[in-house]
């Protein structure tokens, strides 16, 4: 047998191989680490975006903030999980980041990024950005003019800006395009409402309903509704309704408040405006209607505590001065209630009520000239 002799490029050669066979395996054991170590941090951040969006249907909108930043901060370039960080910073009124995100998910996915424009649009509205967000939603109607949800945004653009003539051939656009969108019907009610076509108002208010059943703003408008055509028995049972859906809204106490007491139902119509009060208390309007329950009721002193609630919230408001003034005139207190006929008439110089009282404390004064404290015309 002959023994082949191993010459040194032989050798040479097979440590290259040797090393390069070394490589290889470092490389795909390295590969697959990484592969292992994306998944994980994929696996990671489905998570917590599943944790997030659990908090973002449970309305803890901070929580589902946190949650969900920290799968970006994993998956960054999921448009998924843009979108939704931008909703929840939306719905936390954070306009200016949720704008943000809406932005960079249409830029992470231009293919498919309807949802994204129709919240950006939204966003832009609710800034005061109109411009914008006419440019928004009319882009999206030019890449697709069967795009319901565009229609419904240029239309509810027109609603905020109370051109309801320009938004309803809009907005009925989009119903004929998409019957089962709520915010279409909504809108379509809101502009009939305030054209006074109340009957198809309220149909379109329940045609919301039917496809969204908490819809806490169309159980307020039918009550609007109801309470505007004196129907105010049913108007409290709209407010209910609204107030099931949401125990905190201190609308809706303030609002079934105005309608009891129409109702002569006093004792419950204090309740729902102290309701109105300790959920919001700088609403002025809730204090002045206390004010004229506990003025009725003859229960001068906390009608003008309240009256006094009502001065301090606006720091200028004529109804809140009258309201005042007219309490110190029924406690023979004129002085004090010529005063504040003059703070009334000094916000608001074409104040009737003002006026007139102010004749009255000055005929019960006994004055027949005119004080020169008075306040000069505008």
């Known amino acids: 047998m002959i023994s082949q002799r191993i010459t040194p490029e032989r050798f040479r050669l097979a440590l290259v191989v040797v090393l390069f066979c070394v490589i290889l395996l470092a490389l795909a054991s390295y590969c697959l680490q990484i592969e292992r170590a994306n998944s994980r941090r ?56 949720a704008e943000y995100e809406f932005n960079k998910a249409i830029r992470q996915n231009p293919d498919n990024d309807q949802a994204s424009r129709d919240n950006l649009g939204y966003v832009q509205i609710d800034e005061g950005h109109y411009t914008d967000a006419l440019s928004t939603f009319s882009q999206e109607i030019a890449q697709d003019s069967s795009d319901s949800s565009a229609y419904v945004g240029l239309g509810s653009l027109y609603c905020q800006q109370h051109q309801y003539t320009t938004a309803e051939p809009i907005i009925r656009k989009a119903v004929a395009l998409n019957g089962k969108d709520a915010t279409a019907w909504y809108d379509l009610g809101i502009i009939l409402e305030n054209e006074k076509q109340y009957d198809e108002a309220e149909e379109d208010f329940r045609q919301d309903l039917a496809i969204s059943p908490h819809d806490i703003d169309a159980y307020m408008n039918l009550g609007n509704i109801d309470s505007d055509r004196k129907r105010y028995s049913a108007a409290v049972e709209r407010y209910t309704q609204a107030l099931a859906i949401d125990k905190d809204d201190p609308d809706g106490y303030f609002e079934r408040g105005k309608v009891r007491f129409y109702l002569q139902s006093y004792k419950e119509a204090e309740a729902d405006f102290i309701s109105a009060v300790t959920l919001d208390p700088g609403y002025e309007d809730a204090y002045m209607w206390l004010g004229k329950l506990y003025n ?6 906390e009608a003008l505590q309240a009256y006094q609630y009502a001065e301090r919230i606006s720091g200028n408001d004529a109804p809140a001065y009258v309201g005042s003034g007219n309490i110190y005139y029924l406690k023979k207190k004129f002085i004090v209630a010529e005063s504040a006929y003059f703070k009334a008439l000094e916000d608001d110089p074409k104040n009737a009520e003002a006026q007139r009282m102010l004749a009255l404390t000055r005929k019960a004064l006994g004055e027949t000239q005119k004080p020169s404290g008075s306040p000069p015309t505008k």
């Open 42 to 97: 994929l696996d990671q951040s489905k998570a917590d975006y599943a944790i997030g969006d659990r908090y973002y249907k449970a309305q803890s909108y901070i929580l589902a903030e946190n949650e969900l930043k920290k799968a970006q901060a994993l998956d960054p370039n999921n448009s998924d999980i843009t979108f939704e960080l931008g909703n929840a910073y939306y719905k936390d009124s954070r306009l200016q980041l």
């Open 296 to 301: 009725r009721e003859a229960r001068y002193d």
